[in-house]
C-alpha cells in the first residue's frame, strides 16, 4: 500500500522548535515534489513548504520564511520549525506530487498521495 507518514509532532512554547519527518511507504520520495501544508481548527488547509523533485528549488509561505527550512535525506523529507508561534499551531501533512506547487497552487487539488497528519500545538 502506497502510503505517506509524519512524524515528529508535538507540543512546544512558543520560540521553541520542532522538526518533522515525512517518509514513504511502497514507494520512494526520491521520485516526487514533497510538500507539507498545516490545517488550523476552522481554518481552510495552507501550504507550508515545498521541495522540488530535484531538491533544487523550495517554496516557503510568506508566514514561515526565514524561521521554517525543507530538506530531504536519505529517502525522507524533512520541516525544520524554530521560532515557533501559536499561530503555528494544525495538523501538518505531507504530500506528494511531480510538480512543486506556490502561493497560486490550491492545496485540494495538489498531491498524489498525502499522510494522516501530526498535530503541532505552541502553546505556553
Known amino acids: 500500500q502506497l502510503q505517506l507518514v509524519e512524524s515528529g509532532g508535538g507540543l512546544v512554547q512558543p520560540g521553541g522548535s520542532l522538526r518533522l519527518s515525512c517518509a514513504a511507504s511502497g514507494f520512494t520520495l526520491n521520485s516526487y515534489a514533497i510538500g507539507w501544508f498545516r490545517q488550523a481548527p476552522g481554518k481552510e488547509r495552507e501550504g507550508v513548504s515545498c521541495i522540488s523533485r530535484s531538491d533544487i528549488t523550495t517554496y516557503y509561505a510568506d508566514s514561515v520564511k526565514g524561521r521554517f527550512t525543507i530538506s530531504r535525506d536519505n529517502g525522507e523529507v524533512f520541516l525544520q520549525m524554530n521560532n515557533l508561534k501559536p499561530e503555528d499551531t494544525g495538523v501538518y501533512y505531507c504530500?506528494?506530487?511531480?510538480?512543486?506547487?506556490?502561493?497560486?497552487?490550491?492545496?485540494?487539488?495538489?498531491?498524489?498521495?498525502w499522510g494522516q497528519g501530526t498535530q503541532v500545538t505552541v502553546s505556553s
Open positions: 504530500a506528494a506530487d511531480m510538480f512543486e506547487f506556490d502561493s497560486s497552487t490550491n492545496p485540494t487539488l495538489w498531491g498524489f498521495y
